[in-house]
């Protein structure tokens, strides 16, 4: 099986700072890979999918890159809404997929 | 609008068996691999199970494997998550989602969850 670590698991920022989460995978997975946000009590929300695209509807601060196995989302300029946690998912295996253990994003 | 509601969530003992709903609109429901994903209390996202639009492959992760069964219904544009042998460690909030190809079949539309605990 395919597994995801993400890293850092808590990251501490202020509004207007550039931030950026990895994941790894533990081989290849291609492009295959998603982030999704999530904030408390609520389903999460897809951000980027196949690595680098962008959701219709979600803010261009919001970018992401990487292939094969070291991925990276990045927020340009941090805002409010955007303190939550964030999951990469990978979806290379044929239907057996896999979620990173989580990044949350905290007020500094 | 395009939504899924699950539904079914309960408080059930160790070793016993619950039965997951969730419900498609606004969209063909047919035309859709569909996903459940948990998430247990303070813990992150677990993906359980997925289903083939046509029902005739499903997929599950190695922890629920022989336990759980997805299955789905076309005609009523439901997706079911049958559940046996239940352990305290299922405890969670499970989601419904579809899984859109659109977005390289990643889940897009979730539904708000519906609670499962497992507890004596």
């Known amino acids: 099986d395919i597994q995801m670590t993400q890293s850092p698991s808590t990251l501490s920022a202020s509004v207007g700072d550039r931030v950026t989460i990895t994941c790894r995978a533990s081989?290849?997975?291609?492009?295959?890979l998603a982030w999704y946000q999530q904030k408390p009590g609520k389903a999460p929300n897809l951000l980027i999918y196949?690595?680098?695209s962008l959701k219709s509807g979600v803010p261009s601060r919001f970018g992401g890159s990487g292939s094969g196995t070291d991925f990276t989302l990045t927020i340009s300029s941090l805002q409010p809404d955007d303190f939550a946690t964030y999951y990469c998912?990978?979806?290379?295996?044929?239907?057996?997929?896999?979620f990173g253990q989580g990044t949350k994003v905290e007020i500094k | 609008e395009v939504q899924v509601v699950e539904s079914g969530g309960a408080l059930v003992q160790p070793g016993g068996s619950l039965k997951l709903s969730c419900a498609a609109s606004?969209?063909?429901?047919?035309?859709?691999?569909m996903t459940w994903v948990r998430q247990a209390p303070g813990k992150g996202l677990e993906w359980v199970a997925n289903?083939?639009?046509?029902?005739?492959?499903?997929f599950y992760v190695d922890s629920v494997k022989g336990r759980f069964t997805i299955s789905r219904d076309n005609a009523k544009n439901s997706l079911y998550l049958q559940m046996n042998s239940l352990r305290v460690e299922d405890t969670a909030v499970y989601y419904c989602?579809?899984?859109?190809?659109?977005?390289?079949?990643?889940?897009?539309?979730w539904g708000k969850g519906t609670t499962v605990t497992v507890s004596s």
């Open positions: 289903i083939k639009k046509d029902g005739s492959e499903k």
């Open positions: 989602a579809r899984d859109d190809p659109g977005y390289g079949d990643t889940p897009d539309v």
């Open positions: 606004g969209f063909t429901f047919s035309n859709f691999w």
């Open positions: 998912q990978q979806y290379n295996s044929y239907s057996l997929y896999t």
């Open positions: 081989q290849s997975i291609n492009s295959w």
């Open positions: 196949k690595a680098t």
